[in-house]
C-alpha cells in the first residue's frame, strides 16, 4: 500500500509538471482517471473487436489509417492508460475519456509508409495498458505490404 501511495505521489508529480502545453486544461480530471487506472477495485474487463487488422497494399508514400475498437465488458470506467505504437512511423490516437461499461472505445493508428521497403510485407505493433482485470496489457497488430511508387 505504502508504495501504491509513493507511485501515486510521483505519478501526479510527473502529470503536474509534465503537462507544459495543457498546463490547467483538464490536469484533476487527468489525474483522477489516472489513480483509477491503478486501483484494483476500480479494474473491469475490455473485449477486443479487432486486434489484427491488414491493410493490404499501398504505394510508398501514402500514409495508412487504421481503427481498432473495443468494448467495456465490465462493470466499471474504462481507462486506457498506455497506448504506444512499436516504432516511429506509427501514430496513435485513442479514447482518452473513460469508456463507461457496455460503451465502444476505439485507438486509431496512422501509418507512414515512407518507413516501409518496397514490395516487402509490414507488421507492426501498438502496445496497450488498460484497467482491464482480463487484459491490462494487450497488443494491436496491423499488417499490409508496401508496393514501389511507379
Not at 505504502?2 to 502545453?21: P, Q, T, Y
Not at 512499436?86 to 475519456?97: F, I, M, P, R
Request: charged residues 20%; proline residues 3%; positive net charge.
Amino acid at each position: 500500500m505504502k508504495k501504491l501511495l509513493i507511485g501515486l505521489v510521483v505519478l501526479a508529480a510527473a502529470v503536474a509538471f509534465g503537462c507544459n502545453s495543457n498546463a490547467g486544461n483538464g490536469l484533476q480530471s487527468s489525474l483522477k482517471d489516472q489513480v483509477h487506472q491503478f486501483d484494483t477495485a476500480n479494474f473491469t474487463s475490455i473485449q477486443w473487436l479487432d486486434s489484427i487488422k491488414d491493410f493490404g497494399e499501398v504505394t510508398q508514400g501514402e500514409k495508412v489509417k487504421i481503427v481498432f475498437q473495443f468494448v467495456n465488458t465490465g462493470d466499471k470506467p474504462l481507462y486506457l492508460a498506455e497506448v504506444k505504437p512499436g516504432c516511429g512511423c506509427t501514430l496513435a490516437d485513442y479514447t482518452k475519456s473513460a469508456v463507461l461499461p457496455g460503451k465502444e472505445g476505439e485507438i486509431t493508428a496512422e501509418y507512414d509508409s515512407n518507413h516501409g521497403f518496397p514490395n516487402q510485407p509490414v507488421r507492426k505493433t501498438i502496445s496497450v495498458t488498460c484497467n482491464a482485470r482480463n487484459k491490462t496489457h494487450s497488443t494491436l497488430v496491423f499488417t499490409g505490404t508496401v508496393k514501389a511508387k511507379a
